[in-house]
């Protein structure tokens, strides 16, 4: 179990009703915002995908997903997504969707491998999102106007909560701020990445951190990312590389930053071959979906998910995602909870 922040004299803004009222609120009008910006319609996405075919997501590859065996299909064994970027682009190829237009899906996953805090739980979900482009498309500049997009959708969003619970007040500056993961390494040597994104958080409020997954300057990645969904590794006009990275926001209540999504251009044929040259792993290249990708039957695409509980977290100005969601926690975690006035779905 991972540390837990309990903010001094911490107590709910609003009580158990009025929370389940703002969640349903946020939930409702953020997806209609998504799709109408990003040009996106909803689709019915998976639990759990069959095991051996490379659909689930790796995420920073070292995360075990949960596992069980189908009676039905001779005990072949399933798994619970992590998250469904491989197979929302499986999706847009069978539905034939076209450049510019894309899905969204809710996702609900386990990660039993979580380390448990304010803000990460087992139960995840997420608005999990793609949209076809063009190889002229695969652009930092692209990944920056979706993202401005996305962040669009987020500022509506604020206005509205603050509208419907006055008590609230709207906390985000009005543009997301842009910096690639070796510009911050380079502006804040001696601090861990974690401690680089709450010091660049706090002087802008709101930050999309370009290129995770690569090596920096340092021998070391800003943050771990499997080979086989974001492209890490393309080179940029600046000389950098990566068509990835993270949405983070300064979140006053833990003072911390938070991060509300994950997203990038995925892997092209070429990104996809180095990037699993250089993880060592070539032989996923014969699963299904590699395969797939790499007889040039999927479409290029960009995509993300955008973490529900952790948006409803912070326009609610809750402690703990717990707050949030119903999940599974060790006794000692709801103890001091409790005792710091966090009361815990």
């Not at 304010?118 to 608005?127: A, E, F, G, R, T």
């Not at 990037?275 to 960009?302: C, M, N, V």
Request: glycine share 8%.
């Amino acid at each position: 179990m991972a540390k837990q922040i309990l903010p001094k004299d911490y107590k709910p803004i609003l009580g158990r009703y009025d929370t389940e009222a703002g969640i349903k609120l946020i939930k409702d009008f953020f997806q209609d915002n998504l799709s109408t910006g990003l040009h996106l319609r909803r689709v019915t996405g998976p639990l759990f995908v069959q095991q051996g075919l490379g659909l689930n997501d790796d995420l920073n590859g070292v995360e075990r997903p949960v596992t069980f065996p189908v009676k039905a299909m001779g005990d072949v064994r399933a798994e619970v997504v992590h998250s469904l970027a491989k197979w929302k682009r499986l999706t847009l190829a069978e539905q034939n969707v076209p450049q510019g237009f894309g899905i969204y899906t809710d996702m609900n996953a386990i990660r039993a491998d979580e380390d448990l805090d304010n803000i990460h739980s087992l139960y995840v979900d997420q608005w999990d999102w793609e949209r076809v482009i063009g190889e002229d498309e695969r652009t930092v500049d692209v990944l920056k106007k979706t993202v401005k997009n996305i962040y669009y959708a987020l500022l509506r969003t604020e206005f509205l909560v603050s509208e419907r619970f006055p008590q609230i007040r709207p906390s985000l500056p009005e543009k997301v701020h842009f910096i690639h993961a070796e510009e911050l390494l380079q502006r804040y040597p001696n601090l861990t990445p974690r401690e680089r994104e709450d010091a660049i958080c706090r002087e802008w409020g709101a930050v999309f951190v370009i290129g995770i997954g690569g090596k920096l300057s340092n021998g070391e990645p800003h943050d771990l990312r499997a080979p086989d969904y974001d492209d890490w590794t393309t080179p940029t006009p600046d000389g950098l590389f990566g068509l990835n990275g993270d949405l983070l926001v300064w979140y006053d209540v833990l003072g911390r930053a938070l991060e509300l999504s994950s997203m990038g251009i995925r892997v092209d044929r070429k990104a996809l071959l180095h990037q699993l040259k250089l993880t060592g792993q070539e032989h996923r290249a014969e699963l299904y979906f590699h395969r797939r990708l790499l007889d040039g039957t999927l479409p290029l695409s960009i995509g993300g998910g955008i973490g529900q509980s952790r948006l409803c977290m912070m326009y609610l100005r809750k402690a703990h995602i717990g707050e949030i969601q119903a999940s599974v926690w060790p006794e000692q975690l709801r103890k001091e909870c409790a005792e710091g006035g966090i009361p815990l779905i």
